[in-house]
């Protein structure tokens, strides 16, 4: 065997090795005897015997496509060689022995003799299987988000209009709008820390219950998670309760007591009690706001069973039964216990913010929350730099003077990390403002506070002027 010999085999032997440690399996096929050489790899990618064979004029090769992806494959290979030597086309592979689908990718390249005589066909196949199941999987995901999407719009708007149908003022109905839609944010929170496959109940108390009057409140029962839907259900309807023992029931004294207790019913499904002590007696309301509706009619439905509640003298009484259906199992990743949630009001804080003469900078990339906090920043008297929607916008205003700065974690897909470090190596105080859920804190470990969206702008300029009290 010549030098040139023993080189072209090295080489050659080295190019197999490099195709398999890529996945390619590699073939050959000699037009002028209609004879095809595959590679071990690549028949076990085609489902073919390895070796020397009769190509059968491309019959072997297309004995190993789906027999519905047969004329999809020829036309794209003819598309292909149409337009010069190259071609590449994607299908599903035969039918295996054990009925799984499998996909295959073929890409060749035509290959043509001193008088331009096409003499060969030699080419790679590649086992694309896995990519395909993973682009499905997208698209699957991507569709189930567009539905819960609109599915939430669609709740939100429903919302609105039944708040705004019973409520009188325009302040009246952004407060009690802000909280419902805090609830349904609460939930879905908790939702997607557990890939949307359920929260559970005492989750849902802690974060509706925990920050409303420390030690007049507390739950308790057995480890149970609800569906996305009844996780809301049950959301909505521990606001709707607490919002009125607020204003009219239990927590409106020092000495009022709520207790949640719920309990798995043996058929299936758990039934909960709300309890009010040792606050004023509330008499039945003489027309039934939303807030009723909803407890009466929507929670009892949307957790396919009933709800009860009664006005005692002793105080406010609600028992929520919930079918089978509105359990799911635990599952496999489970979020923390949620800080709890803050109570806002809106009519409190704005006749008590004061930011005269603050210069507030403001990094948000949705522009009609940026607008927003522009413009209830400015009504309480700040100055606004800003607002800067990208990270370079931001970074190009911190050589002004600043007194505290909101911060929106992410601005399209960029941390705000590098902004939050320089106003801390500065000292000033800032609050991020923003709708992911960090559990840990502020994230990279800022001591800063945070406001979860949805919010209210009266809450950002609460807080803001109590960084600056502070400081």
Do not use: C
Request: net charge negative.
């Amino acid at each position: 065997m010549t030098k040139d010999a023993e080189r072209r085999g090295r080489d050659r032997e080295r190019l197999s090795l490099a195709l398999q440690a890529a996945g390619l399996g590699e073939f050959e096929w000699n037009l002028a005897d209609d004879l095809i050489t595959i590679s071990p790899l690549a028949g076990r990618i085609l489902g073919l015997p390895p070796g020397e064979a009769s190509a059968r004029a491309g019959a072997l090769m297309e004995s190993a496509v789906h027999p519905d992806d047969l004329e999809a494959a020829r036309q794209a290979g003819s598309a292909h060689f149409a337009q010069g030597d190259h071609y590449e086309v994607e299908g599903r592979g035969a039918l295996a022995p054990d009925g799984r689908t499998t996909w295959i990718r073929v890409a060749g390249q035509r290959v043509r003799d001193a008088a331009g005589e096409a003499v060969a066909i030699v080419g790679v196949v590649e086992d694309i299987t896995q990519r395909k199941q993973e682009e499905e999987q997208r698209r699957t995901l991507m569709s189930e988000l567009d539905h819960r999407v609109k599915n939430v719009l669609a709740t939100v708007q429903a919302l609105a209009a039944q708040t705004a149908k019973r409520t009188t003022s325009l302040d009246n109905f952004l407060q009690t709008f802000s909280g419902r839609l805090k609830s349904m944010a609460s939930a879905n929170e908790l939702l997607t820390a557990a890939r949307w496959r359920g929260a559970s109940i005492d989750h849902l108390a802690a974060a509706e219950l925990g920050a409303l009057a420390p030690g007049q409140t507390r739950w308790e029962g057995p480890e149970l998670f609800l569906t996305p839907r009844a996780a809301n259900a049950l959301s909505l309807a521990l606001h709707e309760l607490a919002t009125n023992a607020m204003k009219y029931g239990a927590l409106t004294t020092d000495v009022g007591r709520v207790e949640v207790r719920w309990s798995q019913l043996t058929g299936g499904g758990f039934e909960l009690t709300w309890i009010e002590s040792g606050g004023p007696s509330v008499p039945q309301p003489a027309h039934q706001g939303f807030g009723s509706t909803l407890l009466g009619q929507v929670t009892g439905r949307e957790l396919n069973g009933e709800t009860q509640v009664e006005y005692r003298p002793s105080g406010v009484r609600a028992r929520l039964r919930a079918g089978p259906a509105a359990v799911v199992e635990r599952p496999e990743t489970v979020p923390e216990a949620p800080a709890p949630r803050i109570v806002e009001t809106i009519s409190a804080a704005s006749g008590s913010v004061d930011l005269k003469g603050a210069r507030v900078l403001i990094v948000e990339d949705a522009v009609l929350l940026a607008l927003e906090l522009e413009t209830g920043l400015s009504e309480a008297g700040a100055q606004v730099i800003g607002p800067a929607y990208e990270l370079e916008e931001a970074m190009a205003l911190l050589d002004q003077k600043i007194d505290a700065a909101v911060l929106d974690a992410n601005l399209n897909g960029r941390s705000v990390i590098p902004v939050a470090q320089v106003l801390a190596d500065r000292g000033v105080p800032f609050v991020f403002a923003t709708g992911y859920g960090e559990a840990g804190g502020a994230p990279m470990g800022f001591d800063a506070p945070i406001i979860r969206k949805p919010y209210d702008v009266t809450q950002v300029a609460a807080a803001v002027a109590e960084l600056l009290r502070v400081a």
